[in-house]
């Protein structure tokens, strides 16, 4: 059982540049999240998905896309890398049953935009 | 709007003692508050969590406490030991209307770096 994976580890872009950022869950979790975090900052939460076909905004959607073709896929697309943009971007996965509120994180994708 | 406060960015302790870590919020819609501890380099690990109906949860060396009218919530952590060292974010949870059915909302603060001192 790997939990949350996530690809690539570490990535430089140049500003324009586009790339997606992988992540898949072999726990069957309906529910799946992205997040970003910046330097003394907390999480801020980018996109979710409640089940596959299914996804919404979070408090940072700008710049960024999502798509949930799969229960175990949920790959983040960015358009046109910019600095504001260089974090380091977690993804997480939940039951998203009553009660099983915990999510399970990935071990990140550290992206530099330069 | 900061609705998941810690107000502490770092604490000391030495080992053996008590580390206290608080975290204050906002929204009275909260139902459900976590913590978590985030090493450098990897993903945030689910710590202990407590529902709002309840005002303490403990779980061996880790106790949450919440207290509802002071929107206070606190992690104590006896004995510390170095192996705590770590970030620990605090997070509360509410459910919010989607057009697909509730969603567990979850919001976290900015953490506390937790140095516990051999």
């Known amino acids: 059982n790997a939990g949350v994976t996530q690809t690539p580890k570490f990535r430089i872009l140049k500003i324009g540049q586009s790339m997606t950022l992988q992540c898949t869950q072999d726990?069957?979790?309906?529910?799946m999240y992205w997040y970003r975090q910046d330097p003394g900052m907390g999480l801020k939460l980018i996109y979710y998905?409640?089940?596959?076909?299914?996804?919404d905004k979070g408090e940072v959607p700008n710049g960024y896309n999502v798509s949930r073709s799969t229960t175990e896929d949920f790959p983040l697309r960015l358009e046109l890398a910019a600095p504001s943009q260089t974090s380091v971007y977690f993804c997480?996965?939940?039951?998203?049953?009553?009660?099983?509120?915990?999510?399970?994180f990935g071990p990140g994708t550290r992206l530099l935009v330069l | 709007d900061q609705q998941v406060k810690q107000n502490s960015p770092s604490l000391s302790v030495q080992e053996g003692r008590i580390s206290i870590l608080n975290c204050d919020y906002t929204n009275s819609m909260f139902d459900y508050f976590l913590w978590y501890k985030k090493y450098p380099a990897e993903g945030p690990t689910f710590l202990i969590s407590i529902s709002s109906i309840k005002d303490k949860n403990e779980d061996g060396r880790f106790t949450v406490f919440l207290n509802k009218s002071a929107k206070h919530l606190s992690l104590h952590i006896v004995p510390s030991q170095p192996g705590d060292s770590a970030v620990y974010f605090c997070a509360a949870s509410a459910t919010t209307s989607i057009n697909s059915g509730g969603y567990q909302k979850v919001t976290f603060g900015t953490g506390t770096k937790l140095q516990v001192i051999p």
């Open positions: 726990m069957n979790h309906n529910y």
């Open positions: 997480a996965s939940s039951p998203g049953l009553a009660g099983e509120e915990t999510q399970y």
């Open positions: 998905s409640v089940g596959a076909g299914i996804t």
